[in-house]
């Protein structure tokens, strides 16, 4: 089956001209066709683009294209702009609007013949842990089908774990790339910050919003981070030297590692059965010589509360371009102010009114240097501890999320306990360090995902790291019961 | 620290946000169940702590200063909701005084 492929098995097959760009296309358009009416990923599908996209890669394939990826599909959550496709952000507030240009990130798989299949479902703008945000459907896990994916690229990394797409993009913000791929059984890597271009990502919080894949397997994620990564002049965070440097992926070794486990992340706030699969993975690589130290980070607990005021004032602010003027509808009734208070209050939904206005409070007057300078002071405070760790270790490990699982629906009355499940992958994001989640266990039928945090620009040695760690502790590409 | 409807509808204001009565009460228990959780980093010491708003800092970010191919007026005006003779056109903003 080509859909039950990884991409690296895709590519060599393309290039030995065993599968062409279009029965690869088809093969995981039709997948999608058959199963994601149970799953909920694809907000949009396209397949006559798809398909004339996959013609041009074979075209290049046949003319002796090298570039790794050429005619490998991958699917992109519906907050990435892509011209002419529609792209809601899961939100009323964006149905129906297609960008008149792509994201430098879409350009550059574009431009090595990568196939986009379609959009992934979100929690709406990105706001959420479950994907249940979202204005236009329930996006579900293929281990449990009564269970949330996670979020907020849940629909990203149901692509992945079903196996409708090999390579999935996501966008990472305090965890939302990895904390789906952890509850999905996939792994999923946020890059450096600024190593690949925000530029046509819609943003959420500038400051944390990172674009990265999700994918079966850490050799398919530094092929599908090669493939997005490098300097964009469009985007001014994007970093100088953003472009992957392709080492030895393979070349890792866990002996004499140096593995910092903060204890913090391993307390009373991880479930049980997370804790206890984390700890016979880490046992697991100290057999294979890994060092392994637990660590104090005190400010880490402090993460939950830190990115709940810095990302809602960011959003706030870049959320009031959606005035119902230059894109997406527009709810009209009298004046302008009224017309736009209007258009925003019943077009967005909830979760991202709230933030809008917890973000608008942080930031009044009166209460800025309580909140968002306070919280800008615990950031710089948790980068630096994180830092510090960082000299003295190559890598450091928590588990990714702190349950396993949980039901659709679980958090409806207590959205504040969903907040609290981005402990684990906050801090990265705060210091803009790499960081990726592989599957390390399972916590009874569901998997369990481990998270290894490197510093900056250390993202080739850390994937290198997780290949090693991949191939210690062999989860990765386990399908779900369930295909 | 709490907040008071008259706070959160000040705040709606202020985002814009157009909220029913029902909402107004919601979002005041959303946002004091937050601003409860947020009393932890009331509690610490943050003197001498610098302000981090970035994650990676850059300086001086520049670009050559030349003349490139935007996009043209018809694309950018495609997605608005209502245009007239290559304009976005917009409720009232001023009325005229009589």
New interface residues.
């Given amino acids: 089956m080509i859909t039950g492929l990884t991409a690296a098995e895709l590519a060599a097959k393309l290039k030995s001209k065993e599968v062409s760009a279009v029965e690869a296309a088809e093969a995981h358009l039709d997948r999608i066709d058959e199963v994601d009416a149970d799953y909920g990923a694809f907000l949009t599908t396209c397949r006559d683009q798809a398909l004339a996209d996959a013609e041009a890669a074979q075209k290049l394939l046949d003319a002796g294209e090298d570039k790794p990826l050429t005619g490998v599909p991958f699917a992109l959550k519906d907050n990435i702009c892509t011209e002419g496709i529609e792209t809601t952000c899961a939100s009323k507030i964006l149905e129906g ?5 792509n994201a430098s990130v879409v350009e550059n798989l574009k431009s090595q013949g990568m196939v986009l299949l379609g959009k992934t479902n979100l929690d709406e703008f990105a706001m959420g842990a479950s994907t249940e945000t979202s204005a236009y459907k329930t996006t579900r896990c293929p281990w449990d089908p009564d269970c949330s994916p996670g979020g907020s690229s849940g629909g990203s990394a149901v692509a992945a774990s079903a196996e409708m797409a090999p390579i999935a993009y996501g966008s990472d913000t305090g965890g939302s790339v990895r904390q789906p791929a952890a509850l999905c059984g996939v792994v999923g890597f946020k890059p ?3 190593r690949i271009s925000r530029y046509g990502l819609v943003a959420f919080s500038s ?2 919003d990172q674009i990265g894949p999700l994918t079966r397997s850490v050799e398919d994620t530094a092929l599908a981070f090669q493939a997005a990564a490098g300097h964009c ?1 469009l985007d ?2 994007s ?1 100088p030297d953003a472009a992957y440097n392709p080492g030895d992926l393979k070349s890792g070794s866990l002996k004499g590692l140096k593995v910092a486990v903060p204890q913090e992340l391993m307390g009373d706030d991880i479930s049980e059965g997370v804790r206890e699969s984390v700890e016979i993975a880490l046992d697991r690589l100290k057999r294979e010589g890994a060092i392994i130290t637990s660590v104090s980070l005190p400010s880490l ?2 993460g ?3 990115y ?2 810095i990302a809602p004032a960011e959003a ?1 602010s870049n959320l ?1 371009r959606f ?8 709810i ?1 009734k ?9 258009t ?3 077009l ?1 939904g ?1 979760e991202v ?2 933030r ?3 973000g ?2 942080a930031l ?1 007057a009166g209460y800025y240097d ?2 968002y ?9 948790m ?1 630096d501890e994180m830092s510090k760790v960082m000299r003295e270790h190559d890598v450091v490990i928590s588990p990714t999320s702190p349950v396993a699982s949980f039901r659709l629906g679980e958090f409806a009355k207590d ?2 306990a969903l907040k609290t499940l981005d402990l684990c992958t906050i801090p990265a ?4 360090f790499p960081s990726i989640s592989l599957p390390c266990g399972n916590a009874g039928d569901m998997p369990v995902g481990m998270l290894l945090t490197g510093p ?1 620009m250390g993202d080739e040695r850390l994937l290198s790291t997780a290949y090693a760690a991949e191939q210690a502790m062999g989860f990765s590409g386990r399908r779900p019961p369930i295909l | ?1 709490s ?1 008071s409807l008259d ?2 509808k000040h ?9 029913d009565e029902a ?1 107004l009460k ?2 005041q228990l ?2 004091n ?2 601003l409860g ?2 009393e ?3 509690a ?1 010491d ?1 003197t001498g ?8 800092e ?1 300086t001086n ?1 520049w ?1 050559e200063d030349q003349v490139e191919q935007g ?1 043209s007026r018809e ?2 005006l ?5 245009t007239r003779a290559g304009l ?1 056109i ?4 001023i ?1 005229e005084s009589h």
């Fill in positions: 609007w297609k960008p008149p240009y450096t910050y600024g400051s944390l002049r001014s965070t970093l607990p402090l939950v509360t830190t709940y005021i706030s009031g005035d119902g003027i230059r894109f997406g509808p527009r009209e009298g004046d302008h102010n009224e017309s736009t208070a209007a925003r209050g019943q967005f909830h009114k709230l809008i206005m917890v608008t409070y009044s309580a909140y300078k306070r919280a800008q002071q615990v950031r710089g405070l980068a959205q504040m994001n705060m210091g803009g900056i | 620290m907040i706070e959160v705040t709606a204001q202020l985002a814009r946000l157009e909220l909402e919601a979002f959303e946002l169940a937050l959780h947020f932890d980093i009331q610490i943050t702590l610098v302000p981090k708003p970035h994650a990676v850059l970010v670009s996009l694309e950018a495609e997605g608005a909701f209502k976005f917009v409720p009232t903003v009325e």
